[in-house]
C-alpha cells in the first residue's frame, strides 16, 4: 500500500510537479500561487493529500516510518510538501492541535489546516536572544479577567504573511522553573496590536506569503485563555514534543533534496560534454563524487529511517540521542551533496534554472534552524558521557 | 607612501561605505547607484580613484604587490572594487585596452573606462559549452570588407546591462590552430543585432546594471575591422595574458572578503550572548574556527602576495604555476571562512543585514568561474608531473 | 538466539579477552600464540566456536546479516577474530573450499582449517604490479603432464609464515580472454621451490606467524593439477566471489573498531582531567567529536547490514554497487574515528598502552587493501552512470 | 652564503644519507648508530655542522628566518636533525644553556652537547597529569643544604636513553604563583635515584638511545643547588622562552617532511603503472591530491617563514599569536600531506620500504606532542577575541 501511494506521488510529481518548477523558482510566490493552488486540488483528487494525517481528517494515518519515506519523495520538489498539505510549520501545528487542542480549538482551527483552507505559523525566536536556548524570552502573557494581553517581539515566523493565525510562545509565569515558564497560546494574525513589521530578506529575498521569513511585533495582543494550547506552563513540553517527528520530517526533505540533487548531477555530468564525446561523466573527479554522495546519502537515510523505526516503535523519548544525532549528520551530507552538485553544474548551477540554487542557500539554514549543529551535537554528547559517569555539564 | 594609501583608504570604507552596505544589501544596484555616483566621486576627490592605474591615467601605477593590499581592502566591502573603479571586468578591459589597444581604442573607450564615465563587459563563455574548456566556441567573426560579421550566443556576460561596450571573443580562422583561432573584438552595445536576452537569475536574483549576468545574442553584428585588439588569432594569448594580474585581483578581494567575515564573526561572538553574561565567543566550537580562519587567512595571504611579487620580478609567465594554485587555493578558505562566519551568526547570518550571505551565494562562484577548482588543479599537477617526467596527458 | 550468542561473546570478551591485550600488543605474535591457543581451546569449549561455519563444520550457519554482527563484536579486540577462527585470510579460503573444493581438497585442507589445526594465506598481489588492477599478473602455472609448474613473484600474502598451504593465483591460459586468464590453485608452503623470502615490515613490524605479510617466491613449484580450485580460469570469478562477503567480514570488524574506540574515548574523556575536577569529556571539541563519531558509525554500521541483508535476500551479484560502497565508507569512518580516539587520549594514546596506536597504523591499510578507495569510487560512479547513459569509460 | 650552505647540506643528503635511509628504517637506532657517527664526522668535516649555533661554538650563527630552511631542508630524511647536531631536544637544551646556564654549567654540559659529544633529555610531563596543562605536577625539588632532593615521575622524556643529563622541571615552591612554582634543574643521568623506568612502546616501537621516550623516576635524587639552571621559580618563563624558538624548528622540520613526501608521490605516480603505459600520474584523483599539496605546502611553509621573521625582527613575545597559529596549522597540513602520498604509494606505502610509514606514525603525534592542536586553537582565540572585547575565559 505505501509502495503504491509512492508510485503515485512519484508519477504526479513527473508528471504535474517537476515540470513547472523553473517557473515556480524565478517567480515570487504570491504571484505563481493560484498555480499551486490548481495543483494541490489535484493532490486531493487524486486521493493523495495529506497521508500523514489520521484518516478522520482525510489522510491515511501513516506511521513516521512511512511518511517518512513519504517526505522524502515530495523533498525532490522545492514545491512537493506544500502542494501535498505537508508543509511544515503547518504539519506541526496540526499535528500539536490533534494532541492537545480542545475541540473548539480543533474545529476553528485543526479542520481548516488540514484541508488546506487556511495556513498557520509559529512565533517562538527572539532577536534578542540566542535562538539555541529558547529559555530565554521576553515575551509575556498576562492574565486579565478572561484574556492573555500578549506583549513581545519575534522574528523567523515563516509563513506568517498571509496565515489566518499563529501559535506564540510567551512567558505566562516568569517565576516559575526556567521549563515551566512559558505557554503556547493562539493568536490570530488579525488581532489588533499583532503587526507583521516585515518579510525578513534572507539570502536576497524578503520572500512572499508562505515563502517567507517574518519578524512579528506583539503590543497588547488580546486572545481569550481557551486559546492556550494545554496546560499553562506547557510550553517548553509541547515545544519538545513536536520536535521528534519534526525532525524526521525535516531529515527525510533533506534526504529527498540529496536524491534530487544527485539525479541532476548525474544526468548533467552525462549530458555536459568537456569536449565532443568526452562527458564531464568521464572525470573522475566527478566520479568520486558520485560515489561518495551516493554512501552518504545511503547511509543518512538509513539512519533517519531507523529513528523513525524506534520512535514508531517505542516513542520519541527513547529516540531522543539519535534524534539530535540525525538533525545535525543529515544537515551535513545534505549541504555537502549540494555544493558538489551545483560544482559539477558550474556557472549552470549558480543559476535558477535548476532547483540547486535554491536549495544551496535556503538550506544553508538547515545547519541553523531547530537548534544549530552544535548545540544537538554537545547535547548528544553529554547525554552519552552521563553513561561513563560525567556528573558535571 | 602605500601604508598612507591604504589608511585613507580604510578611513573612507570606515566612514563612508561600510554604513551604507545594509541599504546596498537591500536595494537594488540600478536604484541605490545615484547614491553609488556620489561616493564615487568622494574617492576621486580624495585622490584614491583607480590606484592600480598609470599615472598618465590617473591612477598611482602600483605594483601587483602593492595593489594586491589595495585589492584586499576593498574587498572588505561587497561594494569597495566598484566605488574606486577596480572592478572587473573593467579592470581587465582597461588593462587590456592599455596593452593592446590601438590609439584610437584607447582615446575611444580607455579613457572613459578609466575615468569610469562609461562600463564595459566581456563576452566569452557560451551556454553551449564547458567553460572550462574555452577552446571550443561557436560564435564567429567572418570579413566583410573593412568589418567584421559577429554572430553567436554568449553568456555569463558580467555587467553587461549599461555598458557602453563589450569585448567578444569570436572565431576569426576556424582552420587555424586551435589556440589562434579566435580574436578579440570591440563591440559597441548598442550596436544592431546585438541583443541583450535577459539577466540571468543566478542565486535568486536576475540583478541590474553593474550587478547582473547576461545572455547575449549577436546576429549579424557589424563592426570595424579596426575593433579587434591585436592580431588577429590573438584572442586566447590576450585572454590568457589578463588572467595572471586578474587572479592576483580576484584572490585578495577575496582575502578581503575573508578578512571582513573574521572580523564580523569575532564581533558578533563577543556581543551576541547564549545566556545571560556567556557571549559566544566562550563556545570552544566557536574559538577553534576563529583560529583556524584566523591561520588559513594569514597562510593564503602570504601566498598571493608571493605569487604578485613573483610577477612583478619575473613576469606572470614565470609564475603560472603559482597563478593556479592561488586560484582553488583561496577561494576554499573564502567559502569555508564564509560558512563559518554565517554558522557563528546564525539565523542572522542567513538574512541580509549582514554582507555574510550576499557573500555566500554570489562568492560560490569563485570556485567556477574563470576556470573550475578541477580544472586548475589538474593542470598545476601536470606541470609538476611533467618534471617528474610524466608524457602523456 | 543470535542475541544469546552475542552476550556470550561479550562476556568471553570482557572476562578473557581485554584484560590480556596490553600483553598482546607488546609481545611479538609468536611469542604469544600459546596463550592465544589456550583461549581457542576455551572458545571452542564454550560452544562459540566459528559461528560463520555450516554446522555440519562445527559452526552455526549464520546468515551474512547475523555473522556481520558477530564479526562487529569480535572486531572490538585485535585478536577477537583470531581466537574465534573468524580471521581472514582462513575465513575466505575455508569458504572458497566450502563452495568449490573437491572432497579431496575439503578433507586435506578444509577440515584443518575450520577445526584451528592449520592455518592458510592467499597468494594474489605482485610487487612488479598496481594491486588495484588485478588482471596484470606474472605468475603462471604452466600444465607439465599431472602437474602445475608454478613460477612467479608475490607479496603482502597476509600470514603466510608458519602457514600450511598457500592458495595461489596464476596465469593458467596467456592467451584468454583477460578475466578467464588466471586460477586459483593450492600449494602447500612446504613445496619446494616456494620460499618465504621474508616478512615484509610494515609500520615498522616485520611481524610473526598469523601477524606478518610476506613475500614470496615460486620457483618451478610443482603441485598436482587436482590442487586447483574449480575450473581452469575460474580464478578471477572465484575471487570476486570471495569479495562480497569478505567486505561485509572486514566492514563489520572496522565497525567493532569503532566501537571500542568509541568506548575507549568517552571513558578516558570522562576520567582524565585537565584540572582538577574537570575532565576533558567536559572540552566541547571533543564532545563535538563524540557526537559526529556516534552518528557516523552508527549510520556507517547500519548501511553495512543493509548490505548483507540485501546480499542474504538477492545473492551477492544483486548488492554489487553497495559492496563497493560499504568498502570506501567504512574504511573512512574508521580511521576517522581512530584518530579522534587517539587525538583525545594525547599521548597515552600514542603508546602501545591501549589498542588505539596498533589500529591506528595496521588499518591505514584499510583504504588500500582488497582494492584502493579510489577504485571501488570509481567503479561504484560508472555504474551508476551507466544508468544514466554513460556509455563509455 | 645561505645559498651556499643550504646546496652543500643538499649535496651531502643526496649522496650520504638518502641512500641508507631504508637502512635506518629497519634497523634499531643503537644498532646504526656507529654509522651514523661517522658520518656525523663528515658533517663537520664539511664544515655544515650545527649552524644554527653561534660561532664561538662552532655555528654560523644564523637567524631564526635562515635556520629555519635549513631545518626544512633536513627534515626530508629522518636522520637530518641528528647528523647535523640540530636535533630535538639537545638543540633546545643547548639554546637554555647558552642564555640561562652559569659559565660552569656550560663548561660542563653546553660544550660537550655542542661539541656532539654528549647527548641530554628533558623531563616536564607527568604520567599522572595532563600534558597540555603544564601547570600541574607533582615531581618536587626541596632543598636540603646544598642540594635539591628531587622527588617525582616523568614520561616522555624523549631520548633519555644514554644521555648524559636531564633538565628535569620541578616544584621548588608549591606555595608560589602558580607559574612561579618551578624550576628547571640539571640531573646528571647516573645520579643514583634516577632511574629510566622503560623506553614507552610508542606506535609499536620502544624504540633504543636517541630514539625512544622513556619514563622515568626520581627517588631522592640529589643534586647540587647550582645545578638549578637561571633563578628558582624561573621554570614556566624558561620553558615558555624554548617554546618559541622551538616551534620554527618543529614546524619547519614538518615542511622539510611535507616536501620529500610530496617528492616521493610525484615520483612514483609517475613510475607506477596502472597498465603499460599508463602510469598513477595520470588518475585525476592523484594530479588533484598533488596541486591541493603544493598549494597547501607553499602556504603553510610561508607562513612560518614570516612568522620567523617576525620573530627575528621583533622578538619572540610579538609573535606569540603566530607561534600557537603555525603548530596546529602545518601539524595539520603535514599529516594530511603524509597519509596522501601513503595513498598513492599504496601497499608499498605501508611498508618501511620509504620513510612514509614512519613519519605517518610518528608524527601523528605533532598534533599531540608540545601542546595539543585544541590548547593552541583555544589560546589563540582567546586572545584574538580579548582583542574585541571578551572579558572572560
Given amino acids: 500500500m505505501l509502495n503504491q ?31 499551486l493552488e490548481l495543483l494541490r486540488a489535484e493532490v486531493k483528487a487524486r486521493g493523495l493529500w495529506a497521508p500523514h494525517l489520521p484518516t478522520a481528517l482525510g489522510g491515511r494515518a501513516l506511521s513516521l516510518t512511512a511518511f517518512g519515506q513519504v517526505s522524502a519523495l515530495l523533498g525532490e520538489s522545492p514545491i512537493g510538501h506544500y502542494l501535498f498539505n ?26 481548516p489546516l488540514a484541508n488546506g483552507d487556511i495556513r498557520s505559523c509559529f512565533a517562538m525566536t527572539e532577536p534578542e536572544f540566542a535562538g539555541s536556548n529558547p529559555i530565554h524570552m521576553a515575551t509575556t502573557a498576562v492574565r486579565d479577567g478572561n484574556d492573555y494581553v500578549i506583549n ?25 522553573a526556567p521549563h515551566k515558564r512559558a505557554s503556547q497560546i493562539i493568536a490570530p494574525m488579525d488581532t489588533p496590536g499583532l503587526t507583521l513589521v516585515r518579510n525578513i530578506s534572507v539570502m536576497g529575498e524578503p520572500g512572499t506569503d508562505y515563502a517567507s521569513h517574518a519578524e512579528l511585533r506583539f503590543v497588547n495582543v488580546r486572545v481569550p ?4 494550547i494545554g496546560a ?23 534526504i529527498g533534496i540529496c536524491e534530487r540533487s544527485f ?29 561518495e554522495c551516493r554512501a552518504e546519502i545511503d547511509a543518512a537515510k538509513l539512519l533517519v529511517l531507523d529513528t523513525a523505526a524506534q520512535m514508531d516503535a517505542h516513542g520519541a523519548h ?41 536549495w544551496y542557500r535556503h538550506e544553508r539554514g538547515a545547519r541553523i534552524y531547530d ?23
Fill in 5 to 35: 501511494l509512492l508510485t503515485d506521488i512519484r508519477a504526479f510529481l513527473d508528471e504535474r510537479v517537476h515540470p513547472m518548477e523553473r517557473e515556480f523558482l524565478n517567480t515570487p510566490f504570491i504571484t505563481i500561487k493560484p498555480k
Fill in 86 to 111: 505537508c508543509q511544515a510549520p503547518d504539519i506541526g501545528n496540526t499535528e500539536l492541535l490533534h494532541m492537545h487542542g480542545s475541540p473548539e480549538q480543533q474545529a476553528q482551527w485543526m479542520i
Fill in 152 to 176: 513581545g517581539h519575534k522574528w523567523f515566523s515563516s509563513s506568517a504573511e498571509n496565515s489566518a493565525f499563529t501559535i506564540v510562545m510567551a512567558v505566562t509565569d516568569a517565576d516559575a
Fill in 225 to 228: 485563555i481557551t486559546n492556550r
Fill in 232 to 254: 499553562e506552563g506547557d510550553g517548553f513540553a509541547l515545544a519538545q514534543e513536536r520536535l521528534g517527528p519534526g525532525r524526521i520530517h525535516h531529515c527525510m526533505r533533506w
Fill in 263 to 291: 539525479h541532476l548531477m548525474c544526468a548533467y555530468a552525462v549530458k555536459r560534454e568537456l569536449n565532443p564525446g568526452e562527458p564531464l561523466a568521464l572525470q573522475q573527479a566527478v566520479q568520486h563524487w558520485i560515489a
Fill in 318 to 358: 527513547a529516540a531522543r540521542e539519535r534524534v539530535s544525532l540525525i538533525k545535525f549528520h543529515v544537515a551535513g551530507v545534505l549541504l555537502k551533496v549540494l555544493d558538489r552538485a551545483i560544482q559539477v553544474h558550474g556557472a549552470y548551477g549558480m543559476t535558477d534554472d535548476t532547483p540547486l540554487a535554491y
Fill in 371 to 393: 537548534g544549530p549543529d552544535e548545540v544537538h551535537k554537545t547535547s548528544v554528547a553529554r547525554r552519552i558521557l552521563k553513561g561513563y559517569g560525567l556528573t558535571r555539564s
